[in-house]
């Protein structure tokens, strides 16, 4: 009887492991890097995965004092679909270095912007991209937009110019 009782304690255990191990996060941890040229390191980003969305925190640098940068995801699901979705965005302090976090949930599309697909489908499969987006020296009037948009960029200095936004920086995350 005794046995008995020790085989069921430890199948209830491993049952209990198993469980708490399906619904685990994952983390990758990916340099920033800027998109002319990606051999330069600017910071570090971490993304967290469960089966219900995906967060990040971003560090970087180089960006410029008092400019509007957002940071965006940009999913690849696992069918090939893309889906750019806002995730985070202030106003750069002095010194440009400038630290960003969100988080996504599977079938969420607030904050699209464009794509095929318009949500993260498979957050454990998805490949995701975090592009950080320069939006120009932030406009007392339209800074809350610069900031939530993705278009809302300072007007060209000069007639023929296109308006101020740049992506600037990337960081990549392959699913596990």
């Not at 932030?138 to 610069?146: D, L, S, W």
Request: proline share 5%; charged share 10%; with cysteine.
């Amino acid at each position: 009887m005794r046995k008995l009782l020790v085989v069921a304690a430890l199948v209830g255990l491993l049952s209990a492991l198993a469980t708490s191990h399906a619904g685990a996060a994952t983390r990758t941890t990916s340099n920033v890097t800027l998109i002319a040229d990606p051999s330069v390191v600017v910071g570090t980003s971490t993304l967290t995965r469960t089966d219900s969305g995906i967060s990040f925190t971003l560090q970087t640098s180089g960006l410029q004092a008092g400019h509007a940068v957002t940071v965006w995801w940009m999913v690849v699901n696992p069918d090939g679909g893309l889906a750019v979705l806002y995730a985070a965005g202030h106003v750069i302090g002095q010194n440009g270095a400038s630290s960003f976090a969100g988080s996504l949930l599977v079938g969420d599309s607030d904050g699209f912007v464009m794509g095929s697909d318009t949500t993260l489908e498979d957050a454990l499969r998805a490949t995701v991209y975090l592009v950080v987006r320069d939006h120009g020296p932030a406009n007392p009037r339209t800074v809350n937009a610069q900031i939530h948009t993705f278009a809302a960029c300072n007007p060209p200095t000069l007639p023929d110019q296109p308006l101020s936004c740049t992506d600037l920086q990337l960081s990549t995350h392959l699913p596990s």
